[in-house]
């Protein structure tokens, strides 16, 4: 299977400020990218390089092996584009916009749009400005699926989104990217609902990758556990293979790829009182969390 | 494709184009209601005279009346596709990025030139039924700087909408207010003859000024 | 094209900023230079100076100093009234009995400047009865113009006058007029003492007097001497009825039409260029003050009333650009562009170069911080080649202009 989007030792910085350096991301066809990060830790300087917005201090980012500097109108009529915040032509209402997007992509499929149309209980004349934050992303998200792109690419889709709308949302998207095998690349800071949508995770946090691999590969290899320290005063020494380590009083949480053996040998070993060793199973919120700190 | 931004410059601009041509109409309507008083009150002979000798210029309220026109249709044009960057939007339609800016900048030109083009015919006209061609001539000059300025600024207002830092916006109003300060400046009446070529080649070179600036947007400048 | 949209907009900015910060500079920094007011007086038979800056002084050519009193007695033609109304007129000069009336006759006041040459003409004027046996003035209802032929439009119906017209035509065509004119000079008011219509010189640069009489065309050729063509012409109105005319020549002399029998005399008038000097001719009962003003020079002819030449008084002084705030001026700006001269009301764009060299000092300099920013910046100079040759050609204004259109490309 090829890479439709290939970034090539990514760097960039804003000023003196690093934001990453030598970033690689590879995605496949027909594979779904979630893009997770907080705020700042660089997923919108990554969507503004894909798209072409942002010139990198170094390396490429490759979409259908051209440059996303300067890719051809035929490329760009496969990619689909949600701008963070569902942004769009809001001074139009929805029968003007899809009569705008039309007249750019032979292949328009006004069916799924209007099919999300009927839904929202808009009248035909009200402008997108005066509709709802999730009114509004139901447009976006019509606009994308009748222009039927190889790729889309989704700049933080669940903002500003109500738990139904964020749901509705990603079960439509899940449903018509598998159907028709399509390319997703997306970014959230919202982690909730994410598994169902995506296939692989990058997680980054500030200058750096902290994962990235399928869902699944990741959610069975990171884990955590907790325990009570029976000395609560006790300071633990922040091992290697110990990826993140959370006290509060005597309560500990740590995550790490290796396994529960690994975890106790070094409790023995170091001679470490504990009571009410588990292992607690984690959602990818949890497992987000995990990984990046709570800070 | 082509068709479809016609069509979104038109959703932006029919409002517009209809208010300031009527504007720009009213506003050379009223000038020769005030020529036919004067040529009630004090008799065509007199008004010729005060014309041709002692420099009234019976067209003078018209001067900043294409600049605001340009100023209007400008930020009607420009300023809904930079809220929320929604030029965005614009350059990851399939055409070229190039293509489309130009595109744009053709329809707001027109806009400028019809509703300009319907000003100066009706003035070219009215100042033709009241006056000998010498005043004519020296009014038609005189206004035609005044009538490119309102392009100027247009050209202007492009450039510094899309540019995406905004320091360079006051540096861009400072160079924008000296150069179309040229276009203003008092003079005579037909004092322009030399000038106004020349005006018109640097007006119709302007026109590509939004390319540079969306170019930095796109460039991600920061 | 983004590229050449960049090099349009550092135009723009250059052109901008070449009108704007000279203009700024100036309104800074420069000091009045007034050039003296130079007199004959009959009284010495020398000339009389004043000079307003920084204060006011009155000296003979000697360097003697007057009170203002003392002045005016130097020059009793020119304050006649002032001497007469303190007691202080002499009853006679140079043995001629001094009569008011005449003095006041003798008067006359004339001022050539280059800005009313170099403007739009009206190129239509008003002609006026000259006989109409009223005592003042009337306005006509119409306008002539002389292009193909000679035209009267009616103001009120904006229409030919066809009648009229051909008439006019006719007279001249019968006098050898070759049309259009191409010059036509007359004094279009009713605030004159009365009309002597206008002079108009043909497309074969013959002289023609154009009037109407009784309603009727009085066309008059003035018989010029070979090669004699003129590039200017101003009618006059004055108390003595001597001459009709100032003219200058295509070779810039000065020259006087008589009334009447329209006899044409060359003042003795030298070093006159009519593009950038204004010309003051000052007569009196005794003299004509004949003045060259330049920007830089004064030239005083003075002739005696029956225009021949009597003495000469010149001066030069520095120049705005040849005091100390033009060389400053010099080394920081290339050139200047404005759009305005003091010698024309016609708007262009006028471009004066700096008059010293010290600028490309300064050019270098900024293609040195140009480049040591290209180099911090790690781009290539290659790629700057051209906005570095922007600076070095246009100092100040090049690096302005290419600072603020950046120079930044996707590599």
């Not at chain 3, 009309?195 to 013959?206: M, T, W």
Request: glycine content about 6%; aromatic content about 14%.
């Amino acid at each position: 299977m090829s890479n439709v989007i290939e970034c090539n030792n990514l760097t960039h910085y804003y000023g003196k400020k690093m934001v990453y350096e030598n970033l690689n991301i590879h995605v496949r066809e027909g594979s779904i990218l979630g893009l997770l990060g907080k705020n700042g830790a660089g997923k919108t300087t990554t969507i503004n390089i894909l798209n072409g917005f942002l010139q990198p201090r170094s390396g490429e980012c490759l979409i259908y092996n051209e440059n996303t500097q300067h890719l051809t109108p035929k490329t760009k009529a496969r990619i689909g584009f949600l701008i963070e915040g569902h942004v769009q032509y809001a001074f139009m209402n929805i029968h003007q916009i899809e009569k705008f997007y039309a007249g750019f992509y032979p292949n328009w499929k006004r069916e799924p749009y209007w099919e999300l149309m009927k839904k929202l209980k808009v009248l035909p004349t009200q402008k997108i400005s005066s509709m709802s934050c999730g009114q509004r992303s139901q447009v976006a998200l019509g606009l994308i699926l009748a222009q039927d792109p190889d790729l889309l690419i989704l700049d933080d889709f669940s903002m500003g989104l109500d738990p139904g709308y964020r749901r509705l949302f990603i079960d439509y998207l899940r449903e018509y990217a598998k159907a028709a095998n399509k390319t997703i690349f997306t970014t959230s800071h919202i982690i909730q609902d994410m598994e169902r949508l995506i296939d692989d995770v990058l997680i980054m946090d500030y200058n750096r990758v902290l994962a990235q691999k399928p869902v699944k590969e990741f959610m069975t290899t990171f884990k955590q556990f907790n325990f009570e320290l029976l000395n609560a005063d006790l300071e633990l020494k922040k091992e290697k293979f110990i990826v993140n380590l959370e006290k509060v009083k005597n309560q500990i949480e740590l995550y790490t790829y290796d396994s529960e053996e690994v975890v106790l040998n070094y409790l023995a070993s170091n001679g470490i009182g504990y009571t009410n060793f588990r292992k607690v199973e984690m959602t990818l919120e949890d497992a987000f969390i995990g990984l990046t700190g709570k800070y | 494709m082509w068709k479809s931004i016609l069509y979104k410059e038109w959703l932006k601009l029919r409002w517009i184009i209809l208010i300031s041509t009527a504007l720009g109409i009213m506003a050379v309507g009223s000038l020769f209601l005030n020529v036919q008083h004067d040529f009630l009150f004090m008799g065509a002979m007199t008004y010729w005279y005060n014309t041709l000798f002692l420099g009234v210029q019976y067209f003078h309220l018209l001067k900043y009346v294409p600049l605001v026109i340009g100023i209007a249709i400008g930020v009607a044009q420009y300023f809904p596709e930079t809220v929320n960057k929604r030029i965005k939007l614009s350059f990851h339609l399939p055409i070229n990025e190039n293509k489309i800016l130009l595109l744009m900048m053709l329809c707001g030109t027109t806009t400028l030139l019809v509703s300009f083009g319907s000003m100066f015919l009706l003035f070219w006209g009215l100042s033709a039924h009241f006056f000998p061609q010498e005043i004519v001539y020296g009014a038609i000059v005189s206004v035609t700087p005044w009538f490119l300025s309102g392009f100027v600024i247009y050209f202007f207002i492009s450039l510094i909408v899309m540019e995406p830092v905004w320091k360079y916006w006051i540096l861009y109003g400072l160079i924008g207010y000296a150069f179309i300060g040229l276009y203003l400046e008092p003079s005579t009446t037909g004092g322009y003859e030399p000038v106004v070529l020349k005006f018109a080649l640097l007006t119709v070179l302007l026109s590509l000024s939004s390319l540079f600036s969306a170019y930095r947007f796109r460039k991600g400048e920061m | 094209m983004v590229r050449i949209s960049r090099y349009i907009l550092v135009l723009t900015a250059i052109i901008g900023s070449a009108v704007a910060l000279p203009n700024l500079y100036w309104t800074i920094m420069e000091k009045p230079v007034n050039s003296p007011y130079v007199m004959y007086s009959i009284i010495d038979k020398g000339y009389m100076i004043q000079r307003s800056t920084p204060a006011i002084v009155r000296q003979d050519t000697k360097g003697n100093s007057y009170t203002r009193e003392e002045y005016e007695k130097k020059l009793p033609m020119m304050f006649y009234m002032q001497l007469a109304s303190s007691g202080t007129m002499p009853d006679s000069i140079n043995g001629v009995e001094m009569d008011m009336h005449a003095l006041r006759k003798a008067r006359s006041t004339y001022r050539y400047q280059p800005k009313v040459r170099d403007s739009p003409q009206p190129g239509l004027y008003p002609l006026f009865e000259s006989e109409s046996g009223r005592v003042n003035l009337e306005m006509p209802n119409d306008f002539f113009r002389i292009q193909d032929w000679m035209v009267f439009i009616d103001a009120k119906s904006n229409s030919v006058d066809e009648a009229k017209s051909n008439l006019f035509t006719a007279v001249l065509t019968k006098r050898g007029f070759e049309f259009p004119a191409r010059i036509i000079a007359g004094l279009p008011t009713t605030r004159k003492s009365c009309d002597e219509g206008y002079l108009v010189s043909d497309a074969k640069e013959q002289l023609f007097h154009l009037k109407m009489v009784k309603g009727k065309p009085y066309v008059k050729k003035v018989a010029l001497p070979d090669n004699l063509s003129f590039k200017w012409i101003e009618c006059v109105d004055f108390s003595n009825k001597l001459y009709y005319a100032y003219l200058i020549s295509a070779a810039n002399e000065v020259y006087v039409l008589f009334q009447d029998t329209y006899e044409l005399l060359k003042l003795p008038v030298t070093g006159f260029n009519p593009d950038v000097d204004e010309l003051k001719i000052y007569g009196d009962f005794f003299n004509y003050n004949v003045i060259i003003d330049g920007e830089s020079y004064l030239k005083n002819i003075t002739l005696d009333n029956k225009f021949n030449k009597v003495d000469e008084y010149a001066e030069k002084w520095e120049t705005k650009y040849q005091r100390t705030e033009g060389k400053i001026f010099g080394a920081i700006f290339p050139f200047e562009l404005s759009l305005k001269s003091d010698n024309s009301r016609y708007i262009d764009f006028r471009i004066k170069y700096s008059e010293n060299f010290y600028w490309i000092l300064l050019s270098l300099l900024f293609v040195g911080a140009e480049i040591y920013w290209i180099k911090r910046m790690k781009n290539g100079i290659m790629d700057h080649l051209a906005d570095l040759l922007i600076i070095a050609v246009t100092g100040i204004f090049g690096f302005i202009a290419v600072n603020i259109f950046q120079n930044k490309f996707f590599k």
